[in-house]
């Protein structure tokens, strides 16, 4: 069955460093977000993404953010300069979202760890 | 008013009991209703999604939704220790609207052997 995958599973890094986090959505979706999830907390939408533009962001995703589909298959989350306050999971998801209204769900992947020291 | 509250938990029952899992939410442009599942430090699971009012119903599983009170459900038949998880509502809404999922904070769910 297709899934999201998402490299790396945990990432360590210094405050103020840049961070890029991969996603890799199912193959013939349409559609891409990522959501974050601070530990103990909600999952939060961050940012939507559709024909290599963003669709939709969150107050959350500020300057600071910024998402990119290189290529084909992989889709990205950078943060420019990392906060203590970003240490969360992220997730990413993807849908199909056909225009009949079928596809709406939203599949995710297993998350990246960050850790802002 | 909170956009979307779910009691947390923990709910703990025993093996074979039926569950029923809720959430309560102020916005009435939500259209689409999922419920996730979630074991620990991984990602959401789709369990069920379901448009507008009614029922639907997967195997143990069976999602409602009463838009005139607000009010989702999700029950689970005969649970079993695999269903011990995290299980997370969502909302968002309608078609050519917002894709923005919006979450309760999840029921944390043990069932005991």
């Known amino acids: 069955e297709p899934e999201v995958t998402q490299t790396p599973s945990h990432q360590v890094t210094q405050m103020g460093q840049e961070v890029i986090l991969r996603c890799v959505p199912i193959?013939?979706?349409?559609?891409f977000y990522w959501y974050r999830q601070i530990l103990g907390q909600k999952v939060e939408f961050l940012v939507s993404?559709?024909?290599?533009?963003?669709?939709?962001k969150s107050e959350i995703f500020d300057d600071q953010f910024s998402v990119e589909r290189p290529d084909g298959s992989n889709f990205t989350l950078k943060i420019r300069s990392t906060k203590l306050e970003d240490s969360a999971m992220y997730f990413c998801?993807?849908?199909?979202?056909?225009?009949?209204?079928?596809?709406?769900?939203?599949?995710f992947g297993p998350g990246t760890r960050l850790t802002v020291l | 008013q909170k956009e979307v509250e779910q009691d947390p938990g923990p709910l703990s029952v025993p093996e074979g009991a039926i569950v029923s899992l809720n959430c309560t939410y102020s916005?009435?442009?939500?259209?689409?209703f999922m419920w996730y599942r979630q074991y620990s430090r991984k990602g959401p699971e789709l369990l069920m999604y379901?448009?507008?009012?009614g029922n639907k119903e997967d195997g143990r599983f069976t999602a409602q939704v009463d838009k005139s009170s607000k009010y989702i459900s999700l029950f689970i038949r005969d649970s079993q220790p695999s269903d011990s998880a995290t299980y997370l509502c969502?909302?968002?809404?309608?078609?050519?609207?917002?894709?923005?999922?919006?979450f309760g904070k999840g029921t944390k769910l043990t069932v005991n052997p």
């Open positions: 998801a993807s849908s199909l979202r056909t225009s009949g209204g079928k596809g709406n769900e939203q599949f």
């Open positions: 193959s013939n979706h349409l559609y």
């Open positions: 993404f559709y024909n290599n533009e963003i669709s939709e």
């Open positions: 916005n009435s442009a939500f259209q689409y």
């Open positions: 379901t448009y507008s009012s």
């Open positions: 969502a909302m968002k809404g309608s078609q050519g609207g917002s894709e923005k999922l919006v």
